[in-house]
């Protein structure tokens, strides 16, 4: 059992180039989150899927997309990469009923230079 | 939204001491994590104690909700409870976490 699982660990991109991060879960989860780490910070969401075919935004949602084609995948793309997206991301997942227990992939370094 | 506040915002302590942190919010939430993050940046679930006190080896950790306020306690603390620790809340229906700044720990050997 995986858990939730995070592809790339590590990515260095040129202002403007685009990439898509990957999140995996195999719990079965409904629920998904996409939050970013900013030095000294705690997390901050940026987007969020209540289930299949479903997005909404978080906190810091500008400059990112997000899509959930399949209930186990969610997908953040940054479209044009700017040196304020430099970060490291964290995907997590949950249940959608009992107790809100999520939890988290082993997170992406992104460097924007 | 509901603030969250979490002190001290570091913390140094010798190999064995015990230690108390503290996480504060603006207002009464129904639920309440604490986590771990090591120094290779793994978010570790440590607690989900919405009210109460639960322990789990050397740390326990209370929540006040009435008064607002969570607790985490490190009892004999060993070098490899070094990292960040974060409290969060859930918020809403969606329950999006929302995150204290952390209180960062070096255990010293």
């Known amino acids: ?113 | 939204g509901i603030q969250v506040e979490q002190s001290p915002p570091d913390l140094i302590l010798q190999e064995g001491a015990n230690s108390t942190l503290r996480c504060n919010f603006s207002d009464s939430v129904n639920n309440l994590q604490w986590f771990h993050q090591n120094p290779w940046g793994q978010l570790i679930n440590l607690f989900y104690i919405p009210s109460g006190t639960k322990q789990n080896g050397r740390l326990s950790a209370t929540t006040v909700a009435t008064e607002r306020y969570s607790l985490l306690y490190i009892s004999s603390s060993q070098t490899t409870d070094s990292g960040v620790y974060f409290c969060a809340y859930g918020s809403g229906n969606t329950g999006k976490l929302i995150f204290g700044q952390g209180t960062t720990l070096q255990v010293k050997p």
Request: proline share 4%.
């Open chain 1, 1 to 113: 059992n995986a858990g939730v699982t995070q592809t790339p660990k590590f990515r260095v991109l040129k202002t403007g180039q685009s990439m898509t991060l990957l999140c995996a879960q195999d719990m079965n989860h409904e629920y998904m989150y996409w939050y970013r780490q900013d030095p000294g910070m705690g997390l901050r969401l940026i987007h969020y899927s209540v289930g299949e075919g479903t997005t909404a935004k978080g906190e810091v949602p500008d400059g990112y997309n997000v899509s959930r084609l399949k209930k186990q995948n969610f997908l953040l793309g940054l479209e044009s990469a700017a040196p304020s997206q430099t970060s490291v991301y964290f995907c997590a997942s949950r249940t959608g009923w009992g107790k809100n227990i999520q939890y988290f992939g082993a997170g992406t370094r992104l460097s924007v230079l």
